[in-house]
């Protein structure tokens, strides 16, 4: 505790020194959230991420989250240096989505739109006509849709069937899973409704079909806290990161917040909903990355760079 305060206090001086501000997602542990508000910089999900390091005035962004964040941000920015607490925390849909044998198959489907997760590397994103957030990724296939386009989706096969799903339009999936929602179990999550009878379940779309189709309001991380706040139920069980949980009880205080069940056979699993390479932004790490720089830096080529903001920029536009 004292050591934690310890490194607050170092880390709030460093901010200062170096004209930085840290921007930090909701999966990442509270502390790091908390931290991220006391020093004025955002906790949100990634399409707010990109937005705030890209209109705030600081130098140096600090990006608590993965590395297609930090990619990101530093697309949207390539004036700021952008710094994470580790360059190693990846994300199993950019890793599950190769550059080469992603855009081979896109070679191999000309006729279609192609969009992306953000959750994908630069190369990935500079081979697509649009990027997407889960926030937005219902607004932007419908769009498509009404113009009368096909889309090739990639990577998250859960998210991609949920958007087909809802708008109808005609979407060939890239096979991608996140290693946490896909753990979602729906049996499980029966028996657990049944003890919680009042509780509203909460789901992110990265989850198995099974378990959207138990919910009671399916979003995007801000979706899904301000459903804790408006939907009339005092207790929720929530399928997604359980970072989630600081800012949904910071929001709606009082209520009670439990985590869907991740094992199968009805048994649960109470530490499996979290991010593992989200768990990787510690104090001592961010402490590095604004001490060191060197090791924490993310850069971009530049000419991928400018292939991938074209895709990025239109969903910012878009999102407007
Ligand atoms: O699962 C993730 O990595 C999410 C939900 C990212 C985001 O869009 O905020
Ligand atoms: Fe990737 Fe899933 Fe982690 Fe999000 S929670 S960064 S989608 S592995």
Known sequence: QEQAAEYKARIKALLQQHNAVLVAHYYTDPEIQALAEATGGCVSDSLEMARFGKEHPADTLIVAGVRFMGETAKILSPEKTVLMPTLDATCSLDLGCPAKEFSEFCDAHPDRVVVVYANTSAAVKARADWVVTSSIALDVVDYLDSQ?????????????????????????????????????????????????????????????????????????????????????????????????????????????????????????????????????NGLQAIEEALVKREGHEIFVDDALRRKALLPLDRMLNFAK
């Open 148 to 280: 009368g386009k096909k889309i090739l989706w990639g990577p998250d096969k859960h998210l991609g069937a949920y958007v087909q799903k809802q708008t109808g339009a005609d979407m060939l999936l890239w096979n991608g899973a996140c290693i946490v929602h896909d753990e979602f179990k729906a049996k499980a999550l029966l028996e657990l409704k049944k003890q919680y009878p009042n509780a509203a379940v909460l789901v992110h779309p990265e989850s198995p079909d099974s378990v959207v189709q138990l919910a009671d309001a399916v979003g995007s991380t801000s979706q899904l806290i301000k459903a804790s706040q408006t939907l009339p139920n005092d207790t929720f069980i929530v399928a997604t990161d359980k970072g989630i949980f600081y800012k949904m009880q910071q929001q709606a205080p009082g209520k009670t917040f439990i985590e869907a069940p991740t094992g199968g056979n009805g048994a649960t699993c109470r530490s499996c909903a979290h991010c593992p390479w989200m768990a990787m």
